[in-house]
Every structure is written in C-alpha cells, then in structure tokens.
C-alpha cells in the first residue's frame, strides 16, 4: 500500500504527539517526535549550564553531545534515557529561549528532514508543514482551548511522574504560545492544512478522523 507523509503543526500541548503516536502505530508508519528533539537541546543547556545566548557553546555540543533516538515511546539522549528528565521544570523554562534560536533550529530542521526522506513519517511540531516536511500529502493544524490543553498537559504529567502544578503548566503553554507566535515565529499554518479544533473531541474522535484524511489521500 503506498504510503505518505503527514505533518501535523499546532499550538503547544493541543495533543498533536499523542494523537500521532497513535496513528503511527496504527498505520505501521515512523513516528518523530520533533518537541522532544528540542527539549533535548534544553536539557542539554540546563545540565552543562549554558546559556541560552552563548551560540558558540551551543554548537559545540550540538556538533559533538547530540546523539538523539526515539524507541518505543522513549527519548534517549547519548545513550540515557531521558524522557522523564526533559519534562522537569528547569527544561520547560529554557525551552522558550532555545527555540528562537537560529542555530539550534537550523541543526533541529537538517536531522528532522533528513528522517523524513522516506515516505510512511508522521512528524508533528510548529513548522513542520511550512519548513520540514514541505511535500507532505497530508498537513493539519491542530489547534484547542488555552485550558483545555493546560488541563490535558497537566495530567500527562501526573501520569509520567512528573509533578508541575496546573497554574505552572498553564503559565508555560501561555508563554510557548507567544514564543511560537510571535517571537520564533516558527508556528505557521500554511494554506493548504485542515484545521482541527480538538477542545470538544475526545481523542478517539480525533484520531479517527485523521485516519480518514490518510485514507482519502492514499
């Protein structure tokens, strides 16, 4: 069965790698989680205490201390595995400052477009249908509720063992709201995406119609 690209961008915590995790189990496709690529970066800086405006230190351990993989629902970062440590507060709070960056954002593109040469990616993120996956056959702009999708993030956490307030995630999503919008500018819908407002669906709901999206387009 031929097999297609899908870019799924929107607002932080709209459920975008959830909902994609899903489908790409469902469909047997590559699932790439471009948030965690970039959390990773953030994690970096926190450990080796860098700063998030030092450019020369933050290529150097991008060129050298970036080995990145995802398996099975797992971020590993050089070896370690780091999916819970890249969601402490320390990581949420630097993430804003990284993502802007020229740098770090040129390095992140190169990897995640070389993943995506072959077809059968699901790829969710902010630019993912406007710079990464260009060619994508399928592109949706996800989007929900400010609260909706603090509630939601808030209680991902609960259930990874992470302990974040509610006010403290929804401050966060509020402050990557405006990061992506208006300070990165890297959040994009591109003309040609389906917009999918998630607040009043449940997530089966969501996912069953992105699977017939897939299916119209295949």
Known sequence: MKKINIAIDGLAGSGKSSVAKVIAKKLGYTYIDTGSMYRCVAYLLVVNKISPSDDKKIQDILDSNYDYSYINEEVFLNGENVTVK?????????????????????????????????????????????????????????????????????????????????EEVLKNLEHRDYVDTYVSKALVKVEDAIVLDTTNMSFDEVVNYILKLVEERV
């Open 86 to 166: 890249i969601r402490t507060k320390e990581v949420n709070e630097m993430l804003p400052k990284i993502v802007p960056n020229p740098i770090v954002r040129s390095v992140m593109v190169q990897k995640q477009q070389e993943m995506g040469k072959k077809r059968g990616v699901i790829m969710d993120g902010r630019d993912i249908a406007s710079v990464v996956l260009k060619d994508a056959e399928l592109k949706i702009y996800q989007v929900a509720d400010l609260n909706v999708r603090a509630d939601r993030r808030y209680k991902e956490n609960l259930e990874k063992g992470i302990t974040t307030s509610y």
